[in-house]
């Protein structure tokens, strides 16, 4: 999907995508000539999204991209993130950044994973991301626009 669908799909700006596209904040996208129009692949655009998700709860564009990734290479479709203070680093970038985060399997699965979550028991604050949510919110949007890509192209000929 172009940047475009992309900032309609998950709430962004294209100004703002493409300033953090120039930081390096979206994986395997390469900041090059402005003015290109630049086509994303599902995976990154999930990516964006959930970023955008997190910004909105006040999470800065670097730590959003970090979180975004950490949910995204995990074992679950949900991830919790929760931020411990009294817990001593383990030398994770997340832990440096200030968060901690858990995959788990399905949302009857919360009470357990927080239950579980280690020494310093349940976390008092956290949250959750619904990747399978934010995953069909953007194969939608993917699908409308291949739809408007054919009738447009149908249009021309």
Known sequence: MDARALGEAAGVQVGTLNAWIQRGFIPQVIADARGRS???????????????????FGFGAPLASIAAAYALNGPGP???????????SSGEIADKMGFRHRHFSSERKLPEALANWGP????SVYMVVNLRSVRAKIQQAEKNWQQRQARSTRKVK
């Open 38 to 56: 630049r086509d994303f692949d599902l995976e990154t655009a999930v990516h964006v999204a959930i970023m955008v998700e997190l910004v909105h």
């Open 120 to 123: 310093g028991g349940t976390p």
């Open 78 to 88: 949900f991830c919790v993130f929760t931020h411990e203070l009294l817990k001593p």
